[in-house]
């Protein structure tokens, strides 16, 4: 999708999961507003077409569609209560149980005690819920949703989270949900699109996408922190990272250049060894607790990498820390970025519960 001389969106095709979440991922300008926009109907493609259930829908308006949308600032009707907010597109439909409807949306997002009031009277987590079940009261066969959450707080982010991750697996609508945050994207679970700079660089299961990263530039889309990356050679079945441990592979891989990158993530760098490990040393450059996780930035031979340590740990500036990676864990990517070698999934998956347990075990990423 061209706008003026600017490329949008680039050739893609996506098909978003029916009564299922599509979670659009990706940086800032990648191109996750103008899909949504296409998909409302609000801008038409420069070329290509929009189908739903098969109708091409191409150059329809979107008040001639069934879609519900949620943006990042919350908008209410400032001079109506919460009941008539979400009531409003009840009434315009003229559908039978209004009250029923409405009281049954409030219970279900915990804003029913906030009825008779006005927007100005609510947080800003209040406000965006009753933006959320107006929403889902117009019953749309497609609801879009893009970074609703990212003018919260923290704390009212993790919150909501969790709560629309149940509610939208209990529903029947499509919800296509955007966010730059990879954390977001594996609560919700459903399907990922990863997007960069208006292209579509793979789509597929979130856990999928998340443990096999196509590409050099899906794995870091989908790390935070950023995946460690690191120069290495191969040699037959051997894999020597730069002045770092050498690692054997259970056989060759389909390359024919020696040079590589592997990939480790943050969350697979431990200071506890363990059976089969390679270790090596690393100074502390900078050490910070975020949450109930520590990220120390650290220097080493293999270059500059980042550790997530789950818990709170204190280290002193220039300490130095054996490092440990299970080998079972790396990524490995070959001179061009294209995936070579991922951890075996049932070991990802395993790495995925002690890293995010909140995430993985609280039902929400789908990754069972």
Do not use: C, W
Not at 175 to 193: I, K, M, N, R, S
Not at 269 to 284: I, K
Request: avoid cysteine.
């Amino acid at each position: 999708m061209r706008v003026g001389a600017n490329d949008h969106l680039y050739p893609m095709s996506l098909a978003v999961e029916p009564a299922g979440i599509t979670v659009l991922l990706g940086p800032t300008l990648a191109g996750k507003t103008s899909l949504m926009r296409l998909m409302a109907g609000l801008d038409v493609p420069t070329q290509g077409r929009v189908q739903v259930d098969g109708v091409d829908v191409t150059g329809v308006p979107v008040r001639k569609r069934r879609v519900a949308m949620v943006y990042q600032q919350f908008i209410n009707y400032p001079s109506m209560t919460v009941f008539d907010n979400i009531a409003s597109p009840l009434k315009l439909a003229g559908s039978p149980g209004i009250e029923q409807t409405v009281t049954s949306l409030a219970r279900r997002l915990h804003i029913d005690h906030l009825l008779d009031r006005l927007p100005a009277q609510l947080s800003g987590g209040q406000q965006q819920r009753v933006a959320l079940a107006r929403a889902l009261a117009k019953d749309a066969p497609l609801i879009l949703l893009d970074e609703p959450l990212v003018n919260l707080d923290y704390k009212l982010r993790e919150e909501l989270r969790e709560e629309l991750a149940q509610l939208f697996q209990s529903g029947t609508s499509s919800v296509v949900y955007a966010t730059t945050e990879p954390a977001e994207a594996l609560l919700l679970g459903g399907h990922t699109a990863v997007l960069d700079r208006g292209r579509l660089l793979q789509y597929g299961r979130t856990i999928d996408v998340f443990m096999k990263p196509a590409t050099i530039e899906v794995a870091r889309a989908f790390s935070d922190p950023p995946i460690n990356l690191v120069p290495a050679q191969l040699e037959r079945n051997l894999l020597l990272i730069d002045q770092g441990p050498k690692i054997a592979l259970h056989g060759p891989l389909a390359t024919d250049r020696p040079q590589v990158t592997v990939g480790i993530r943050a969350g697979d760098l431990r200071v506890e060894g363990r059976a089969g490990d390679v270790h090596f040393e690393a100074r502390v450059e900078l050490a910070e607790i975020s949450g109930s996780d520590s990220f120390v930035h650290v220097t080493s031979r293999l270059g500059p990498l980042v550790v997530q340590l789950v818990g709170v740990h204190r280290f002193e500036l220039g300490q130095v820390l054996r490092l440990h990676v299970d080998p079972g864990a790396i990524y490995i990517f070959d001179h061009a970025g294209a995936l070579l070698l991922a951890p075996e999934l049932v070991q990802s998956r395993e790495r995925l519960r002690a890293s995010l347990p909140e995430i993985v075990q609280g039902g929400g990423s789908g990754a069972d």
